[in-house]
């Protein structure tokens, strides 16, 4: 099973395992990771699951298009890295991505 790593704006990381075709923020409410609210559940219609993505990882995570974007418009201090975590599937390719979780969702 592949695992995340959540940081938080303090540093403090939550390592949590997921099953392949669940999404990060599924893994994150699973997991009870702070400061992921998912208030949508999953349906891309908040940012409440906002995470940035590791620079070393984006290229295999992908960037925010369609929809994501546009929701992503309506967030705090989103950046080039910035994605819904609800949108970011698991794969066995994904083992290890570390998401960051911004400052202004504490």
Partial sequence: MPVIVFVEPDGTEHEVQTAVGTT??????????????????????????HVLVDPAWIDKVGRATGMEEDILDFAV??????????????????????????EWQR
Avoid: K, W, Y
């Fill in 24 to 49: 990060a923020m599924q893994a994150a409410i699973v997991h009870s990771v702070p400061n992921i609210d998912a208030d949508c559940g999953g349906n891309c219609t908040c940012s409440t699951c």
């Fill in 77 to 102: 201090n989103t950046g080039e890295s910035s994605r819904l975590s609800c949108q970011i599937r698991m794969t066995a390719e994904l083992d290890g991505l570390r998401l960051f979780i911004p």
